[in-house]
């Protein structure tokens, strides 16, 4: 368990070397220590709100030329990046992870990166997809064709083939819809109806896998734009059946990559610390606590949800109404366990991600997905351990380990459109945002829009150079506001 922690430079006790007596050296070494603690002091005082991986990578940048404090409504620091250690007896504990679990070196360069600089040691990880559908009268993976007819019965079922022949299909056309621009604003369940796809195909695999990546219901997948679907199963290689990215994992768990950046980060860490207000003025920005301490800053740096983000704003303007509020949340429950009966029903087409529907499913119903920790960590099998969302039978309770509470955000053509013009708000009245919602909500939005803010406020760079920095987030000039 984290500790509220606090690290202030200004607490920092120069010692003078003490082999010589000459009193103009001792002199010029104190007035030079006088000079670093007023640069220290003369630093711009920044308050970055929520430690995820977008504040926390804006905060660790930040700190390289401003002086920081980072505020965490929540015991410990890292968001989704929540580590969990599972006791065992007469055996080693485990780590395992419950939110942020995997990336790709093609897709997370940013990540990448900074797991480089930190040191971080990650391990190979699998990012199979499997359905359980009507409580397991349907049931396959996609991992391979011994998956695929894991279900013998799927063989002699025209449904079940319809839905092979249209994934072939979709998979082929999907990279060329991305050059249509008559489909920009075209919705992905208004393609899928308008070219006559099986049902088999939409509602047995694509609304479902669309459903367990963005966690959200399969029916408002629906609504998610064609152009980012297609895009995002473009670039991630989800459209070929070979030459797909390796997936990875950090060893010993998220938290490792977090305690890291703690390590380096001289600025204050204020855990279990919810902000309950934030008001620009000529004087700067005023954060104010639930606990009632008020604290001015130069500058803030909002790296909550945006729906949060709104909320803090006692004097939110019209167009951060306007943005901020265009994103809509879905709420998950994540439940740690060992309970084997929220997995498929055939364990031939157990895989890394097992979306499950019950009997008389419409697709509205919250998504239940389980994410089969042994198989995406490198995690002792002899210990079967599960991450479920929105668990839809009741898990046992003598195998419920832990749960937690997640959001998401819903990306339909209102939010979408919003987050083209989201960067037009940063630095006006010293406020600045970053979060995954500026991307497609995965670590490496959020870690691109974390350090896009930081290197505008502050001028500094991060430390490496990669291939299109901010690639996953729209980036407008911002000259005019700072």
Known sequence: MWEKTKFNTSEIHWSLPCVTFDMKKMDLEVMDISSRSRDRQALRKVAVIGSGISGLSAAWLLDKSCEVTLYESDHRLGGHANTVTVERADKAPIVVDTGFIVYNEKNYPNLVALFAHLGVQTAASDMSFAASLGGGALEYSGSDLAGLIGQKSNLFRPRFWKMVRDIMRFYKVAPDLLHDESLRDVSLGAYLDRNNYSAGFVDDHLLPMGAAIWSMTADDMRDYPLHAFIRFFVNHGLVQLSGRPQWRTVKGGSREYVSRVLAEFRGTVRLSSPVAGIRRTREGVTVVDRAGDVSVFDEVVIATHADDALALLTDADDQEQALLGAFDYTSNMAVLHSDERLMPKRKAVWSSWNYLSEPGSRGTEALCVTY???????????????????????????????????????????????????????????????????????????????????????????????????????????????
């Open 372 to 482: 089969w920790m042994n198989k995406l960590q490198p995690i002792d099998p002899a210990t079967p351990l599960f991450v479920t969302l929105n668990p839809s039978r009741a898990v046992d309770p003598a195998k419920v380990i832990q749960s937690f509470d997640y959001a998401h955000p819903l990306f339909d053509a209102k939010a979408m459109a919003a987050q083209k013009k989201l960067w037009s708000l940063q630095g006006r009245r010293n406020t600045w945002f970053c979060g995954a919602h500026f991307g497609s909500g995965f670590h490496e939005d959020g870690i691109q829009s974390g350090l896009a803010v930081a290197e505008a406020l502050s001028g500094v760079k991060r430390p490496w150079t990669v291939e299109n920095e901010s690639s996953r987030i729209f980036l407008s000039t911002i000259e005019e506001h700072v």
